[in-house]
Every structure is written in structure tokens, then in C-alpha cells.
């Protein structure tokens, strides 16, 4: 049986924002932050002290994804920062004992430029002893349904293309966009059972969306079925009702429990 945990990803950018979070309801297990954050890791134990509660911290685009997309062998000045900060922020990440970060990459670019995939390629095989150093997992995000011109699936392939020692996936699936879409999850999901880190499930809680427990029912149900160790997070892109979210997570522990 896999041993599921279900995360909150908060959607804060700054310690200001963070710091007016009251509560975390008890039924997550996990907690991600915005790598906006990572710098002031030391701080966050510190001023709120509901996060002791908490034995590590993940982080959610530990580097920005328009700085990543400026990767380029044109630009090896750009290349060395984003090295050099990516190193900083595995630091602050280890400060709070994460178990992985995730960055978002252009995937289409990785796909049809060879030259910008070697200069990725590259930064991960740099930093590898760092993740090995800090014992971390750097996840690569997919969104899906995809934005881009590069099928979901590609990046499997690109994946394995790539320098991928500690180097997995976070699958950030949009359940609302989806709704209407005959999506086959068994066969889809499939394809990723054996690298993929995380699963977030994303919606636009400012926009007033709520996420229930039906909109993401078929993915948990496939994923038990794997008895693979994924988390899951659920991840509003704003303001949400936590307790709300609690009593949906509760009611996906109660059907793990009862399989």
C-alpha cells in the first residue's frame, strides 16, 4: 500500500504574507512554499511558530521560471548566476530540511532548441553533488492540460535525456480546465508512476473555484493503485478555505484507509 501524504502548497510570496497565516489544519502533512520564500527560511520557524508543528519544508519554483527561461549559450554570464543563486536557494531549502524543490522549465524549449537543452542539461549535472550533498530532489514541473505546443508525455522522454540523478517530476494538474475533457487518467498516469516526485492539484481559489473531492477522485484512485510513495499537495492559487480543503483530505485518507 503507498504511503500517501497530502500537502498544502501556499500560494504566499513573501514572509509578510505568510506570517497572516493562523492556522494549518492537522490533516496536512506537508507544506510547500514559494521559492520567493527560500531566502527567509531561517526567519519562518522563527516568527510563526505554528510551523514548528512541521519537520521540513518544500518549495514550489525555487527558481523564477522567467530567469530559467532566459537560459542560454549566448548568455553564459546569466548561466553562472542562475548556478550560482540555484546553489543559495538548495542551501535555504536544506535549512528547513526539504525533501525536494521543483522548477519550471520551458519545456518546449528543451524539446526543439538542442543548444538551450545542453545548457540545462549542464546545470543539472553541476549541481548534482549538491543534491546529493543536501539529499534532494530537484522536481521538474509539468502543467497539464499542457500550455504549450510540447505533449504532456514528451517530457518523459526529455527527462531521460537529460542529467537526472535526483531529478524527477511534479505533475501540476489543473482539475477545473479539465472537467469537460475525457481524460483516460490509468493510461496517462501510467507513463509518469516511476518518476514523478509530486502531484499538485491547482486551481484559481481567487476566482472563486473550489476544489472538491470529485474533480480529483480519479487521480488519487489511480495513484493508490501504483503503491508508489507520490505526494499529493493541493495548491489554490490564492485564499482558501483550509478546514473546507481538511474535510476533503479527510475523506481521501478514509478511502485509502478502507482499501
Known sequence: MANIRIGLSLPYNNLEELLTLQNVPEEFELLEFSGEIAADAAAMRSQLRLLDEFE???????????????L??????????????????????????????????????????????????????????????????????????????IPALESISLLHKLANYRVKLALDINPHELLKSNVNWPDLLRHFRFDTACIRFCYSSELGNKLLYQHIEPVVEVIKCFRQDIDFYIAPSGRADLEELATMVRKINLESDAR
Open 56 to 70: 521540513f519544508f518544500n518549495f514550489r519554483n525555487l527558481m523564477s521560471p522567467s530567469l530559467t527561461s532566459l
Open 72 to 149: 542560454s549559450d549566448e548568455n553564459p554570464a546569466i548561466i553562472n548566476e542562475y548556478k550560482k543563486q540555484l546553489r543559495q536557494l538548495m542551501s535555504c531549502a536544506h535549512s528547513c530540511n526539504a525533501e525536494y524543490f521543483s522548477i519550471d522549465p520551458d519545456w518546449e524549449m528543451l524539446a526543439q532548441d538542442d543548444a538551450k537543452r545542453r545548457v540545462f542539461d549542464d546545470i543539472l549535472r553541476s549541481t548534482a553533488g549538491d543534491r546529493e550533498y543536501y539529499q534532494q530532489t530537484l522536481a521538474l514541473a509539468i502543467r497539464m492540460p499542457g500550455s504549450g505546443a
